[in-house]
């Protein structure tokens, strides 16, 4: 199969899943990016033409017209079906977004220009407790008279993979970035969802995931 057409406002993505609700929430982050740097954009326009400098002719592009092209793949998380913890729930973003970028290499003979992976899990927080003193204590996971007290909470990690380049640079990076160093092999950025409480949020979480994928990105472009 051919390659989509590489076009300079068009970014190619692969993901390590066909859900739904994790494609939506990558298309959400990533337009939410480039509502912003086409924001700041304007705002710097606006600044040069309030100093008479002219407007480069290379600038004409319309930024609105910058075309995602998404790829969702079933790929393996390479981690437990339910993953306890940050360690397992970021290894099995990490492995989706590695296997995405693989499988659309295959696909397309060439790659993506980044892949994403998202995994959801669950974690133990350990709440302090007040004994009959009066002071606070803290219980164990395995303390039986407890585990009301410790509730399971849901998180998301979310994984970016790829090579940092001129054009993902200058498409999604802040215009604070004044200079980047090429990738000669891909690279990871990393971004974590708060923690929800299981009972009323799990079946939610990729709804919470935005805000931090944008910083994952935003950690991978530096």
Same mark, same amino acid.
């Given at each position: 199969?051919?390659?989509?057409?590489?076009?300079?406002?068009?970014?190619?993505?692969?993901?390590?899943?066909?859900?739904?609700?994790?494609?939506?929430?990558?298309?959400?982050?990533?337009?939410?990016?480039?509502?912003?740097?086409?924001?700041?954009?304007?705002?710097?326009?606006?600044?040069?033409?309030?100093?008479?400098?002219?407007?480069?002719?290379?600038?004409?592009?319309?930024?609105?017209?910058?075309?995602?092209?998404?790829?969702?793949?079933?790929?393996?998380? !390479?981690?437990?079906?339910?993953?306890?913890?940050?360690?397992?729930?970021?290894?099995?973003?990490?492995?989706?977004?590695?296997?995405?970028?693989?499988?659309?290499?295959?696909?397309?003979? !060439?790659?993506?220009?980044?892949?994403? !992976?998202?995994?959801? !899990?669950?974690?133990?927080?350990?709440?302090?407790?007040?004994?009959?003193?009066?002071?606070?204590?803290?219980?164990?996971?395995?303390?039986?008279?407890?585990?009301?007290?410790?509730?399971?909470?849901?998180?998301?990690?979310?994984?970016?993979?790829?090579?940092?380049?001129?054009?993902?640079?200058?498409?999604?990076?802040?215009?604070?970035?004044?200079?980047?160093?090429?990738?000669?092999?891909?690279?990871?950025?990393?971004?974590?969802?708060?923690?929800?409480?299981?009972?009323?949020?799990?079946?939610?979480?990729?709804?919470?995931?935005?805000?931090?994928?944008?910083?994952?990105?935003?950690?991978?472009?530096?």
């Amino acid at each position: 199969m051919s390659s989509p057409s590489a076009k300079k406002k068009e970014i190619r993505i692969a993901v390590g899943s066909r859900n739904p609700a994790k494609l939506r929430a990558v298309e959400q982050a990533l337009r939410k990016i480039l509502a912003c740097k086409q924001q700041q954009q304007q705002q710097q326009q606006q600044q040069h033409d309030h100093d008479g400098v002219n407007k480069n002719d290379d600038d004409d592009d319309d930024d609105d017209a910058v075309t995602i092209v998404m790829v969702g793949y079933d790929v393996e998380s !390479g981690v437990r079906d339910q993953p306890m913890g940050d360690e397992e729930t970021c290894l099995g973003a990490k492995n989706r977004a590695h296997a995405a970028y693989q499988a659309y290499r295959k696909e397309f003979d !060439g790659p993506p220009h980044l892949a994403f !992976g998202l995994e959801g !899990g669950l974690e133990t927080i350990i709440l302090p407790t007040t004994n009959n003193n009066g002071k606070e204590t803290k219980t164990t996971e395995s303390d039986d008279n407890n585990r009301n007290h410790n509730p399971m909470y849901c998180m998301a990690w979310m994984a970016v993979y790829g090579k940092r380049t001129a054009f993902t640079v200058d498409l999604i990076a802040s215009s604070d970035v004044k200079t980047y160093h090429g990738d000669r092999t891909p690279r990871f950025g990393l971004g974590k969802t708060g923690e929800l409480r299981n009972d009323d949020a799990h079946k939610n979480i990729y709804m919470y995931i935005c805000n931090e994928m944008c910083l994952g990105i935003s950690m991978f472009v530096k």
